[in-house]
């Protein structure tokens, strides 16, 4: 009778937990038994690793052969756990010798000739075991995942030989190469392209600048998508934890993460045909969607009232909170969704310049007005309305190009290091404790924003949100103090047209 133990660990949501995989081998008819929650794919590892034991050159055992996988109510799913379950039959058969595997997680997937295949999701266990003093076994596929973790002990593993073969003395296991130098990829696009639209180009700075949310309206070609698009290339890159937190996430969703531009900011665009479960994520085992695939980047709904309604309501709760709560029969799930929300869309259905000159109907202008809901539109910092270029304005400003990305980048970046060592957040993302303390208005402004409140209607929450962009135009600026200017512009940039 023997006994071996060794760990590896599963992926629930974006965390993942520590398992120990625990093989008895014992006299008896010959079976072998997966035990501890396995779902059909672990469950199919028994054909697998019997495979892979024997075609690597070892004896699989001919006895009664038990592998519990604890904790046993943790839901275990995919192939990680092969390479773990073989060490350890190997081991309890007095085959290899794992001594040197203390405190050394396993993971990969074999096939039926013993090589060590990819897996997907392993990024956040990486993160865990980091954090846990551990280091690592990884399939050679996932070297370039491994790599994104500076001071982790990763060993690449080719094939379930190659690693019996360096546990019983031979050639130690590579190691993954450095990561790759970071360069944004942008694609050519800049701020630049973007003709005349100065106050939405001056919005889309502010908006940068404190992390707010906007709705830009305007008819067809006046250059809503272009500014939404180049959002990305005036915004600082993401810094290493927000870099691993969104591509912890691209790893659970099976996309491949690039290191040298893993610190990108991530920008999502999904087409106003999404379902609500795609947007927000689902599935009968949670998986996340478009809203945690853009956290800490950007998420664009272009034609927003094109959207099913009751799609974009699921925005309310990670637009306030930055998270998305998903309750299934199987479990529950959370997922970070600290996005940046900019919104696209035409003044009324017929797509005409403005409301003012709108030919549309009554009815047609209110059945379009209801197809987003006031509590949504509460929640948008930013509301400003394009006007469409005349020829001579375009003709100028084609002859002139504005501000580049760099350029703008540059002030919006020291905007955003400024509200860091303030309070150590976005301005966005103030409470109101906080918001309280580094919003305080003089006498004449404080006088200015009650008429603005009373005139525009505002609700407590759209005070705040105003006081915010407030803020962060007055951070553009390099001022302290919050002036009536200041809080002006800010009253510009919400216009409430819907």
């Not at 028994?46 to 006895?63: D, H, Q, T, W």
């Not at 005349?196 to 305007?218: S, T, Y």
């Not at 937190?245 to 610190?263: E, F």
């Amino acid at each position: 009778m023997a006994l071996t133990r060794l760990i590896t660990r599963a992926q629930l949501g974006i965390d993942a937990f520590e398992v120990r995989v625990e093989v008895h081998i014992s006299n008896g008819l010959p079976a072998f038994t997966v035990v501890g929650l396995p779902e059909t794919a672990v469950r199919e590892a028994r054909v697998r690793v019997r495979s892979a034991i024997l075609n690597s050159g070892f004896e699989f055992p001919a006895r009664r052969i038990t592998v519990n996988l604890a904790p046993a109510d943790l839901p275990k799913t995919g192939g990680r756990y092969d390479l773990p379950i073989a060490l350890g039959i190997l081991a309890a058969s007095r085959q290899i010798d794992i001594t040197g595997l203390g405190g050394v997680a396993c993971f990969g997937e074999l096939a039926l000739a013993g090589d060590c295949c990819r897996i997907d999701g392993l990024l956040p266990s990486l993160v865990a075991c980091q954090q846990a003093g551990q280091a690592v076994i990884v399939p050679r596929d996932n070297s370039a995942e491994a790599s994104l973790l500076q001071g982790l002990p990763v060993r690449l593993a080719v094939s379930l030989a190659q690693v019996c073969d360096s546990l019983n003395g031979g050639d130690a296991l590579a190691q993954p190469a450095p990561t790759a130098t970071f360069e944004p990829s942008f694609r050519g696009m800049d701020l630049a392209d973007v003709f005349g639209q100065q106050q939405a180009r001056r919005a889309l700075e502010i908006a940068a600048a404190g992390g707010h949310h906007m709705l830009m309206m305007g008819p067809p070609g006046t250059g809503k998508s272009m500014l939404a698009q180049r959002l990305i290339t005036i915004l600082p890159p993401l810094d290493e934890d927000e870099a691993m937190s969104s591509a912890s996430i691209r790893s659970i969703c099976h996309l491949p993460v690039n290191p040298s531009n893993w610190r990108q900011r991530p920008f999502q665009s999904p087409h106003h045909t999404v379902s609500g479960i795609a947007l927000a994520g689902g599935g009968r085992l949670p998986k996340p969607g478009e809203v945690s695939l853009a956290h800490n980047g950007v998420l664009f709904l272009d034609e927003l009232t094109e959207f099913d309604r009751r799609s974009i309501e699921v925005l309310r709760e990670p637009l306030e909170t930055g998270r998305i709560h998903i309750s299934r029969a199987s479990g529950k799930a959370e997922f970070p969704a600290r996005f940046q929300l900019i919104a696209a869309m035409n003044p009324c259905p017929g797509g005409c310049d403005s409301i003012a000159a709108c030919d549309c109907s009554p009815t047609q202008l209110q059945r379009y007005r209801h197809k987003l809901s006031a509590p949504l539109l509460d929640r948008i910092d930013i509301q400003i309305e394009l006007g469409r270029l005349e020829q001579r304005q375009l003709l100028s400003a084609s002859r002139q190009r504005g501000e580049t990305s760099a350029a703008v980048r540059k002030r919006v970046q020291a905007a955003r290091i400024c509200q860091l060592q303030r309070q150590g957040c976005l301005n966005a993302h103030l409470d109101n404790r906080g918001l309280s303390e580094v919003c305080r208005l003089d006498d004449g402004a404080e006088a200015y924003l009650l008429k603005a409140i009373e005139k525009l209607g505002l609700s407590a929450r759209s005070y705040h949100k105003l006081l915010k962009v407030t803020r962060s135009i007055a951070d553009l600026a390099n001022c302290q103090d919050i002036g009536r200017d200041h809080l002006a512009e800010a009253i510009a940039c919400r216009r409430q047209q819907v």
